[in-house]
C-alpha cells in the first residue's frame, strides 16, 4: 500500500512537472508574438513622430497603413530565447484588418526524469499570435496629407483684394499707397501661415489628445497611440 501511495505521489509530481512545462512553454510563445508586434508598434510611432516633424502623411501611420522594414521575427526569437526557448516559426498575419505575428516555439527546459513511461525530458512546444490596434484617429480638419492648398489660397485671395484696392485709388499716389499696403498684408498672410504648425487633434480609445507638432515626441508613448493584444 505504501509502494502505491509512493507511485501515486511521483506519478502526480511527473503530472505537474508536465504542466509547468506547457505552462512555460505558452508564456514563452505569448511574449514572442507580443515582443514582435511591439517591434513593428514602435516602427510605427518613430514613423509618426517623423511624418509630423515633416508635416505630410502622418494618418497613414496613425492607421498602421504604411509599409515597414523592420524585423519582427527577430524580436520574437529575442524574446523566445529570454524564456529558455527556441523559435520555430513566425509568420505575419491580419486579424480583423490588424496587423501581427503567429509564432510557434519549442522549450529547451523539459520535464526532466519521470517514473510515468514515456514522460522523461519531454519539452513542450506552443503557439501564440498577437496583433497591433491602432487607438486614435484624426479628430479636426487637418488630414494629415501635407496639402497646404488652404493656405495657398488665403495668401492669394488676400493678395488680390489688397492690390485692387490699390489700384481703384483717384490719384496716383492714392494708389501706390494702398498698394504697398496690399503687399504689405499679403507678406502677413503669409507669415501667419508659417509661423508655427496647427495642432494635430487625435481622439484617442474615447479620450481627446492633442500633440503639439514641434514637441510631438513630449510625454508621448508608443502605447498612446497603438496597443498591442494577444488574439486566437
Given at each position: 500500500?505504501?509502494a502505491?501511495l509512493l ?9 505537474a ?6 505552462n ?6 505569448d ?30 501611420w ?9 524585423d ?6 529575442h ?8 523559435l ?14 503567429r ?8 520535464t ?5 513511461p ?17 487607438r ?20 492669394e ?7 485692387g484696392t490699390?489700384?481703384g485709388?483717384?490719384?496716383t ?5 494702398d498698394?504697398?499696403?496690399g503687399s504689405e ?6 507669415g ?11 481622439r ?7 500633440i ?6 513630449r ?10 493584444v494577444?488574439v486566437?
Open positions: 500500500m505504501i502505491g507511485f501515486l505521489a511521483f506519478a502526480f509530481f511527473a503530472v512537472q508536465a504542466a509547468t512545462v506547457r512555460g512553454g505558452q508564456t514563452a510563445a511574449a514572442a508574438a507580443l515582443g514582435a508586434a511591439e517591434d513593428d508598434r514602435r516602427q510605427f510611432f518613430d514613423g509618426f513622430l517623423d511624418a509630423v516633424e515633416a508635416a505630410r502623411g502622418w494618418q497613414d496613425l492607421a498602421a497603413g504604411t509599409p515597414l522594414t523592420g519582427g521575427c527577430g524580436a520574437a526569437a524574446f523566445a530565447d529570454r524564456n529558455r526557448s527556441d520555430l516559426t513566425c509568420d505575419p498575419v491580419t486579424r480583423d484588418g490588424d496587423l501581427g505575428y509564432v510557434g516555439i519549442e522549450t529547451r527546459f523539459d526532466g526524469r519521470t517514473i510515468v514515456g514522460a522523461d525530458n519531454r519539452t513542450a512546444k506552443a503557439t501564440a499570435t498577437a496583433v497591433l490596434r491602432p486614435c484617429v484624426a479628430d479636426g480638419p487637418d488630414d494629415g496629407t501635407g496639402d497646404d492648398g488652404t493656405g495657398d489660397d488665403g495668401t485671395g488676400g493678395g488680390s483684394e489688397e492690390n490699390g489700384t485709388g483717384d490719384s499716389g492714392g494708389g501706390t499707397g498698394g504697398s499696403e498684408g499679403s507678406e502677413g498672410s503669409e501667419s501661415d508659417g509661423n508655427s504648425a496647427e495642432e494635430i487633434r487625435l484617442c480609445a474615447g479620450e481627446d489628445l492633442t503639439d507638432p514641434e514637441h510631438a515626441g510625454g508621448l508613448k508608443p502605447s498612446d497611440l497603438f496597443s498591442v494577444l486566437e
